[in-house]
């Protein structure tokens, strides 16, 4: 299946937090759109393997995104290396995404600024027809997708470009708390952690609406682009008086 939009996180609800709201409103838009999670977040102070596989799957049912997989490296441990490299390689070449969207490039928690280099790496090797993958026996062709964008996350990042997701909102927080064990959740013996006190969820809302703020919108995810972005015409900009 080829998708539009490939988000990649290392974290099951990495990609929830960041940028659910941007796959909410390309879906909107008719978009077919994926989620790759790197590892299984086996790591995760609160919650288990198998909660948190639930948890991933509920999510996306919301986000109605056409896929998610889980690539099962190691969290916390996973390297910016050929092998890794390569599985990447493989799930950008079975897809064929136009655009690729990765973890922030730096961050409060060092996995993100790893994954998002790993990615980053693998998404221009991934061109390149003398790097042979193979799947289900057949030889993959190669692929490029046309933009690769950072989602910025807990740390404040400076975004090229912010996306309105004022009508996506509710359906965003819905996505993250499915992720029960992780947010907003007071109710369970496990131990309380950055993540998992209502303050967090609330420090997710306003930055939306900070970066919303930015174009005069309610809401905003905001993204970086190493790339220039061009557009055909003044008619994509969204016009509000700010
Ligand atoms: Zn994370």
Not at 36 to 50: F, N
Not at 70 to 99: C, S, T, W
Request: proline letters at 4%; one cysteine or more.
């Amino acid at each position: 299946m080829k998708l539009d939009i490939l988000v990649f996180g290392v974290h099951p609800d990495d990609v929830e937090l960041s940028c659910g709201g941007m796959l909410l409103a390309e879906k909107l838009n008719g978009k077919k759109t994926g989620i790759i999670d790197l590892t299984q977040g086996e790591l995760g102070t609160r919650g288990t393997i198998d909660t948190r596989k639930a948890e991933a799957a509920a999510a996306a049912e919301i986000m109605q995104v056409d896929i998610r997989e889980n690539l099962q490296m190691a969290d916390g441990f996973f390297v910016n290396n050929e092998a890794h490299q390569r599985k990447i390689i493989e799930a950008i070449r079975k897809y064929q995404p136009e655009i690729i969207c990765c973890n922030a490039p730096e961050d409060r928690h060092p996995d993100h600024g790893r994954s998002s280099g790993l990615v980053e790496d693998a998404a221009f090797l991934s061109g390149l027809r003398k790097i042979e993958t193979v799947i289900d026996g057949l030889p993959q062709a190669p692929w490029r997708a046309k933009y690769v964008f950072q989602y910025i996350q807990d740390k404040y990042l400076h975004p090229n470009f912010v996306i309105d997701i004022s009508e996506v909102m509710d359906k965003k927080l819905e996505a993250i708390k499915a992720y029960t064990t992780q947010f907003n959740s007071t109710d369970n013996n496990e131990p309380q952690t950055y993540i998992s006190s209502p303050d967090f969820l609330e420090s997710v809302i306003y930055r939306s609406k900070m970066f919303g703020k930015m174009i005069g919108v309610n809401y905003a995810e905001g993204f970086i682009s190493k790339k220039m972005i061009g557009f055909n015409t003044f008619d994509a900009f969204i016009k509000r008086n700010t």
